[in-house]
């Protein structure tokens, strides 16, 4: 995971947490653990991506 993050991809916990809330969506089942800490695995990387768009 850390070379994921280092590397600037996503890692398996963004995939893992993503498939299992938008499966959960799609059933109609509540995932409310999941559901606030997908987008925040997801930070970091996205925090990463605009720094180096912005040219820092």
């Not at 600037?8 to 995932?31: C, N, P, Q, W």
Request: hydrophobic share 40%.
């Amino acid at each position: 995971m850390l070379q994921d993050r280092e590397a600037r991809r996503r890692t398996e916990a963004d995939f893992i947490g993503g498939a299992i809330v938008r499966l959960g969506e799609h059933s109609g089942v509540s995932v409310p653990v999941l559901d606030p800490l997908t987008p925040l695995a997801a930070a970091p990387i996205r925090q990463q991506n605009l720094r180096t768009a912005a040219g820092g």
